[in-house]
């Protein structure tokens, strides 16, 4: 019966029941609670890079038509730089990296041509 008072937490979770000790509720509450803050965050994070990107895809276009074609490459080379970096050391995602330097990699060849 004590197996059934945990799984359905009808009883009291905050002792030591067969020996083992029980974490007790309001950790659980407090771990949630970080859990979604954290979730917060990094949905937070993910929609301020999705606007960067937006905004670089959106000034590319405009450098692209006006025919400044180094000024695009100038700022995809020093945006995805970052980015690359970013991927390479915090994510530590070197996949992440490799996509993030292909635009550098392509802003160097139009500023060498």
Not at 61 to 89: Q, Y
């Amino acid at each position: 019966m004590t197996g059934v008072n945990i799984t359905a937490m009808t009883g009291g979770s905050d002792d030591y029941i067969s020996g083992y000790l029980i974490v007790p509720r309001i950790l659980g509450t407090v771990f949630s609670g970080m859990a979604e803050i954290t979730v917060l965050i990094l949905a937070a994070v993910l929609f301020i890079v999705l606007l960067i990107f937006l905004a670089v895809l959106i000034i590319s276009c405009i450098l692209i038509k006006k025919r400044k074609l180094k000024a695009d490459a100038w700022m995809k080379i020093i945006v995805f730089s970052i980015f690359t970096c970013v991927a390479a050391f915090l994510i530590q995602s070197s996949v992440i990296a490799v996509l993030m330097a292909v635009p550098v990699v392509l802003g160097a060849y139009v500023l060498t041509k």
